[in-house]
């Protein structure tokens, strides 16, 4: 158990439907990260958060929508996705920078989703 | 821009050896941190090191942050079946003000071990 839990685990969508992946952090980290990982390829940062602010977005397409209403949750709003967007989404945490080493990421177990 | 190669891509060993991987990187880093990732599961973090010569262990585990800080290696000893899995190197990437809180991964080392 890593304190940061995903939901769903596994989602299968049509490339029309909407969907939302959940991510919950209880460590009391204040910044907060979207990845995507496809097989054979590294992981791919998607969108960062900082004390509920984005602070980065790695030109992620709009159907790909990210909400974070406090530190402690984060979500992924889908919509109209294409096959290619299936992956392993991962959600992580961490403190945000405070000093000059970079801050651990901790992350959750992943949604697996798959468009048809 | 800051990148990093993982060494070897993948490794196929037999229960009870050694394994040596590394990263390394044309760019300095002043944090290397090497996480694990089991199938269908998150990365977790194995171990982190901050300075460079530091030498960390972790069980059987053991890793090296490069003089040059430009690498750093991860070592297995004795491998057992519940080794396998994705091994990521990560690091911090740096701007003008330092570091910042987004991450580098490797592209990852696939381990497998043989019963």
């Known amino acids: 158990e890593t304190g940061v839990t995903q939901t769903p685990r596994h989602l299968v969508m049509g490339m029309t439907n909407k969907k939302s992946l959940k991510c919950e952090q209880h460590?009391?980290?204040?910044?907060m990260y979207w990845y995507k990982q496809s097989a054979k390829k590294p992981l791919e940062l998607m969108f960062v958060?900082?004390?509920?602010?984005?602070?980065e977005n790695n030109s992620v397409p709009s159907r790909f929508s990210p909400e974070c209403p406090n530190s402690s949750h984060l979500f992924l709003h889908l919509h109209t996705l294409q096959p290619e967007d299936s992956a392993l989404y991962l959600c992580?945490?961490?403190?945000?920078?405070?000093?000059?080493?970079?801050?651990?990421?901790?992350f959750g177990a992943g949604t697996r989703l798959s468009v048809l | 821009g800051q990148q990093l190669n993982q060494s070897p891509q993948s490794m196929f060993i037999q229960e009870g050896e050694d394994v040596s991987m590394n990263c390394t990187s044309s760019?300095?880093?002043?944090?290397w941190l090497w996480y694990k990732q089991d199938p269908g599961e998150g990365p977790v973090l194995l171990i982190a090191?901050?300075?460079?010569?530091e030498l960390t262990s972790n069980g059987r585990l053991t890793a090296q942050f490069g003089i040059t800080r430009k690498d750093s290696f991860l070592n297995i000893s004795a491998s057992i079946p519940s080794d396998v899995g994705i091994y990521f190197c990560?690091?911090?990437?740096?701007?003008?003000?330092?570091?910042?809180?987004?991450?580098?991964f490797g592209t990852g080392t696939l381990l497998a071990v043989q019963p």
């Open positions: 992580a945490s961490s403190q945000a920078l405070l000093h000059l080493r970079g801050n651990i990421q901790y």
């Open positions: 460590l009391g980290h204040n910044a």
């Open positions: 958060y900082n004390f509920k602010e984005q602070t």
């Open positions: 760019s300095i880093f002043n944090t």
């Open positions: 090191l901050y300075k460079a010569g």
């Open positions: 990560a690091g911090p990437y740096l701007n003008y003000g330092g570091a910042t809180n987004k991450l580098i």
